[in-house]
Structure formats: C-alpha cells, structure tokens
C-alpha cells in the first residue's frame, strides 16, 4: 500500500492549499459571530476610540437555529420522515409464493386472483414499511441523531455549509443484568452483548476537505477528513479488525509524545477561545487522514488487488485512512451498498461558484461592520461631549497647580497680569447623537432586509406599520415563514431524505430482523408538513376569533373547528373524540352530570342576571336622588336670592359663610352688581307675585307648594 499512501498525501496536501482562502472567510464569521474585530480592523481603531461590537450576527444565526429545531424536531416527537411502501412493491419471488400459498389455504384450496396477491403484498409490505420506521426511529434517538442536527444546522446558518456523516457500521457493547436458574444459585450476573449499530456524527468544517475543483458532493473525486486523536482512541482504533494494528503501534511508538501537524486556523481558533494560543498543547495526540473517494484501477493494481482485464479501465469508489508519513492502515471498497457518500451537506445560502456556501456570517459582513462603526461613532461623540474640554495656558497658571484635575469650586490661581488672556478656557464640543442614533437605526433595519430574518421573529414587540396589529403581525409571520420553509427544504433535500434512504439501506443489509425489509420509499416532510402546520394554526386560530359572534355562530361546527385547532397545536389529546362524546351522552351517569352542570350554569347565569339588575336599579335610584338634589339646591339658591335682593346688607355675611364652607365664586363681581344696579330694589321687599311660584307654571315639581315667606327690610 506504500505507492497508494504516497500519493494520497501529495493529493491532501493540494486539498488544504486550495481550501486557504475559504478558512479565511470562516474566521471572519466566526469572529463576527462571538463579536471580536479582525486584527487589522483592531489596529485601525487605536487604543483611545470605543470598540464597542453589537453582535448582531449572533441573533440572526440563533433565531434561524432555534426555528428550524422547532420545525424539524417538534415537541410531540413527530417523525420528519416517512417511509412507505412502493405503489408496485417488488418481494423475492419464494416470499411471493409464500403469500399466495397462504391465500390457497385461506381460500378452501381455491388459488387466489391476481388482485388478492398484490393486496395481499400491499399489506405485508406496509407492516414491514412500519416495523422499518420504528427501526430508524430507535437508532436515530439512540445516536442522538436530534443533537447532532442541531450542530450541522448551526454550521450551515453560521459558516454557509453543515456537514453530516451517517450511517458507518459501529459495534457497541449492551450490558445488562440476568438472573441465573435457581438450580444454579439465582444470582444476578452482568451480561455483555456486542451487537452493530449504525453511526452518525457532526463533522467541522476545520476538518473537511473536499475536492476544491467541483460545486457539488457528487462531481467530487475525494473528500478527506482530518481526525486529531488521543492515544487511547489512536489505541481502540488499531483493535479494530479492519485497521492495521502493527503500523499504528509502531508509528505510536516511534513518537511517544504524539505528532499533530500544526494549521494556521488552529492557533487562530485557539485565540479566539478562552485559552490563548501559546498555551495550546498537542501532547500526546495524533493525527490519522480518512479519504472517501474514487481510485483507478491502475493504483489498485500497484497495490497488488487484483482486477479483471475487462475492468481495469474503471474507478473504485473506495475508503482509505492513512498516518501523516504516508503509511496506509485501512482500505476498503464501498462498504454500504447502495450507498457511496457518507458526507450529506446542508447549504445555508449555496454559492454556485463553490462546493461550500455562504452562512449569515458572510452575507451580513458589510451591514455588521457599518452598524458597528455607527455605534462606535455615536459612543465616541458621547464621549467627548459627556465633560467640557479645558484649555489651560500653563503660564498664567501657578506651577504648584494640578491642571489635570477638575472639581466643584475649584480654585485656579493666576500668575500672569495680563486680563484678556484667560488662565483656563472651556472647549464645546458639537454633540451629534440623534443624527448618530438615525444611522445606527438605518444600519440595524437593513440587517433585517439583507438576511430576511426580521426582528419580530426573535419576539420583539414591533409596534409600527403592520406589526401594529395582531392581523398584520399574522401577516408578518406568515411571509417570514416563506424564507424558514425554504431553509427547511433545503435540509430535507440535503441531509434527511438522503440519510434516511442510506440509513434505510444500512438496514437492509446488516439488520438482523428479516420482517422488516421490503421495497420502500423515503420521503422527508419537514416542509409539508411541519411549516404547513404552523401556518395552519395561525389561520384556524384566527379563523376563530372572526368567527366568534352570535352572527356567525349558528353556521360554524364548533366541535370540528375545536378539534382541528388541537391537531394543528398538537394538543389534540385533550379534545374528546366523537366516540367519548356519543358514550357519554348515551351514559345516564354522565347525563345526570351534563345536566347538573347545565343547571349549574342557568343558575350562574340566573344569579348573575339578577346582580346585573339590581345593580340597575341601584344606579336608576342614585340617578333619581342626585336629581332631587339638584333641584333643592336650584330651589335653595334662589330663595337665598330672593332674600338676598331684599336685604342686600345681608350678601356680604352669607357670602362670607358660603366661603368659609369651601364655596369659590365662579361670576365675575361686576355681573352681580349689574344685575342688582338694573332691578332696584323697592322699600318692602320684591312683589308677591315675583317671589311665590306659579302653580300652573314651570315650578311644578317636588317643591310645588312651597314659597318665599315676605321679610321685612331693616
């Protein structure tokens, strides 16, 4: 294998010098999502000016991150795949001739029709489509398949690219505890069992080094994947059978203290951490390059396979490791059938350009670093602006005196005679931080345009334009949605749908359990499904707010709109069923209860009617009294005039009175002097007939009777 080694180094060495520029894109994003300046940018702004980072980044990728976790992975464990029988489902033939026999027997000896046998092969392939499911279903929650998305999607949203590996054959030990037969002691002993399982893992991007010269998985010629490990796990890997486990040992034990070839990103990732670079230690680690890729014939046959004439014009798709000397310790030839590629990509935003894509990191670079310069600005100016600035002429000022401290009451002592020239003069700075705070505001709502994450999204109360309203915001939502389905496509087609199908087929070759195999389709629906269920909700729950009112109500099936609404909320346990409803109103225990809660609620209804009118009647008589009362103060303040016009030394005492009751006259004192100089007062008082009220008149009411007794005047 030495030939082969040699030149699958020179070919790694060419796949990390093409990758260069793409790392340096990467560590911008990286940096500009935990909110550090790049070096040169750092230098740019010097050591005195603000370096404040609005990590604006870091919101939008977690807002995606978190949403499409939501959507994919749903708290009510909903599968985001289905798998499902073929329309024409293909069996062995001796499988066929065991339904068909089955059938001759079920029939009385009669051989069964050709329909029979395909419905009776529809049915035996749906059970084994379900048993097939709950198989996938069991090994994704036992590789914690939902955690390892999760970084892929984050990944892909931040850097442009995830990258997830499944499925690889894996052997794990199950241990448990059995009890031995009571004729042989009845103790509980441990029990090992090695049994194979399918393996998936989250693959960085620091990594991953793919063919540079093609665009998608499928036009590359390699892939290569750097694995960075401790002796131990260099140790468990030689003792794997299919590993050379003397050239491992031997290179380990040539360099006892590991051997890890240093990258640049490695020490910028190390000081981008909270370690810094120089402490960063690679003691004891070694390094081990896996290729999955094509070989010719041609350096097969150097090392010594052997390969049909017939076949030595083709290439072998093929998994090789090798050590950093060029020493190779395994080769195998595709190991899953059906299956070439264990690498599925998820593509934020794919660059046709490219075999990687481009993440939020890269899309909102210039918006992230205009915002951030507006910030600094504004910080700046409130800096400068915070204090006055102070000009101090050293010569007209004591030199005992401290002129780098300011303080209430300060004192400065003169030396210079001359008096047009100040000692300290204040310096006004313009202050600039509305048109700053503008800016900053523009900057930050076209991240929002740029990326098509909008704000609202995160849960942030936008309260202008459409948002305003719970419609609009609907609305709102609704579009956002769009860009999240499209995200969630773009996963389904990437990475679920193809892992699924290899992992449909690592089952279909190693699962021991034959009742489950069959000719099956793979289809992901997190897109049909889960974002059409959302969307659905918000429509039926507002469905439901138009339609409750007494107009509407007659028209609407409640129990159907009830239960569509839990369906789409996943609640849709907690609604009874039509068959629950029809039993218990079939039950007389349960119509007794109906009934009494029927009687409860007339009667709740009944008590609160009665409140509601004898709170009526309650205000109708406040209402009745202040009416009284407004006419016996009208009455009483016209007799107290009536009086007053005949004695008018008397208005200064009862004004006097009235005021120190708290009365404030609201009539200017000229009216009431215009009114008494225009009607003069006669001798003996006003004339009966201007102080007793008319009976027939308009002084009928409750005081109807009453009159201004006759006063004599002093």
Same mark, same amino acid.
């Given at each position: ?38 070096? #040169?940018? %750092?230098?740019?702004? $010097? ?5 404040? =980072?609005?990590? *604006?980044?870091?919101? +939008?990728?977690? &807002? ?37 026999? #089955?059938? %001759?027997?079920?029939? $009385? ?5 050709? =329909?029979?046998? *395909?419905?009776?092969? +529809?049915?035996? &392939? ?50 448990? =505890? ?5 004729? +042989? ?530």
């Amino acid at each position: 294998m030495a030939p082969i080694g040699v030149r699958l180094k020179e070919e790694f060495c060419r796949a990390e010098t093409e990758r260069r520029l793409t790392e340096l894109r990467w560590l911008q994003d990286l940096r500009q999502y935990r909110g550090k300046y790049d070096p #040169e940018v %750092t230098v740019r702004i $010097g050591a005195n000016r603000s370096k404040a =980072f609005v990590r *604006k980044t870091r919101v +939008k990728v977690k &807002t995606v991150d978190s949403r499409m976790a939501d959507l994919l992975f749903p708290s009510n464990s909903e599968r985001s795949f289905t798998l499902s029988a073929t329309p024409v489902p293909q069996i062995a033939p001796d499988l066929k001739k065991m339904v068909s026999g #089955e059938l %001759t027997q079920a029939n $009385g000896g009669q051989p069964p029709s050709e =329909f029979e046998v *395909k419905e009776a092969i +529809k049915k035996l &392939t749906d059970r084994a489509a379900a048993g097939m499911a709950q198989a996938i279903d069991d090994q994704l929650t036992e590789c914690q398949y939902k955690n390892v998305a999760r970084q892929v999607i984050h990944s892909g949203n931040l850097y442009g690219t995830g990258v997830l590996k499944a499925p690889l054959v894996e052997k794990k030990v199950r241990q448990s =505890f059995v009890r031995e037969p009571k004729d +042989k002691g009845g103790k509980w002993t441990l029990v090992s069992e090695t049994y194979v399982t399918p393996f998936v893992d989250w693959v960085p991007l620091w990594r991953f080094y793919p063919d540079m010269s093609a665009t998608t998985l499928e036009d590359c010629r390699y892939v290569f994947e750097r694995h960075v490990m401790t002796k131990s796990a260099m140790l468990a890997l030689a003792r794997r059978k299919s590993f050379n486990a003397r050239a491992i040992r031997d290179y380990m034990a040539a360099r006892p203290e590991g051997e890890v070839q240093a990258n640049h990103f490695d020490v910028e990732l190390a000081s981008l951490g909270d370690r810094e670079a120089r402490a960063q230690s690679r003691t004891g680690q070694y390094e081990v390059i896996e290729r999955w890729g094509w070989l010719d014939a041609q350096s097969l046959l150097d090392c010594g396979m052997a390969i049909p004439e017939a076949r030595r014009h083709e290439t072998f798709f093929s998994n090789v490791w090798f050590l950093p000397n060029g020493e190779v310790v395994k080769a195998v030839l595709q190991p899953i059938n059906g299956v070439l590629w264990p690498y599925h990509l998820y593509y934020f935003d794919k660059d046709e350009t490219s075999i990687f894509g481009d993440g939020l990191g890269a899309i909102m670079r210039d918006d992230q670093e205009m915002l951030n310069a507006a910030v600094r600005m504004m910080l700046d100016n409130a800096a400068l602006t915070a204090g006055p600035q102070l000009e101090v002429n050293t010569r007209l000022v004591g030199t005992t005196e401290k002129i780098n401290e300011i303080f209430p009451f300060k004192v400065w002592p003169r030396t210079g005679d001359d008096p047009g020239s100040p000692a300290v003069r204040v310096l006004e700075i313009p202050n600039h931080l509305n048109v700053l705070s503008t800016l900053v505001g523009m900057f930050e709502n076209n991240t929002d345009e740029i990326t098509a994450i909008p704000r609202f999204m995160t849960g942030e109360n936008v309260a202008s334009g459409a948002a305003g309203t719970a419609s609009g915001m609907s609305m709102l939502m609704g579009a956002a949605s769009i860009v999240m389905k499209d995200l969630i496509s773009s996963f389904d087609e990437g990475v679920t749908k193809p892992f699924i199908l290899a992992l449909y087929r690592w089952n279909m070759q190693f699962n021991p359990d034959d009742g489950i195999k069959g000719d099956f389709d793979v289809q992901a629906n997190g897109t049909s499904s889960m974002v059409a269920k959302e969307v659905r909700a918000q429509q039926l729950d507002q469905f439901s707010q138009l339609a409750a009112n007494p107009m509407d109500a007659p028209y609407i099936k409640r129990d159907k709109l009830l239960r569509q609404r839990a369906d789409a909320h996943d609640l849709s346990d907690v609604v009874k069923s039509e068959e629950e409803v029809q039993a218990e109103s079939n039950n007389p225990m349960a119509q007794q209860q109906a009934a009494m809660m029927e009687t409860q609620a007339k009667l709740s209804m009944a008590k609160l009617e009665a409140e509601i009118e004898k709170l009526g009647a309650e205000v109708a008589r406040l209402r009745a009294d202040a009416v009284n009362k407004n006419v016996a103060s009208a009455y009483a303040a016209m007799q107290a005039g009536g009086v007053a016009a005949q004695s008018p030394n008397i208005a200064p005492a009862g004004d006097e009175i009235l005021r120190s009751a708290g009365w404030k006259d609201s009539t200017p004192e000229e009216s009431t002097a215009d009114a008494v100089g225009s009607d003069p007062v006669p001798p003996n008082g006003l004339p009966e007939a201007q102080l007793r009220p008319d009976p027939a008149g308009a002084m009928r009411g409750p005081n109807v009777g009453m009159q201004t007794p006759e006063m004599e005047s002093a």
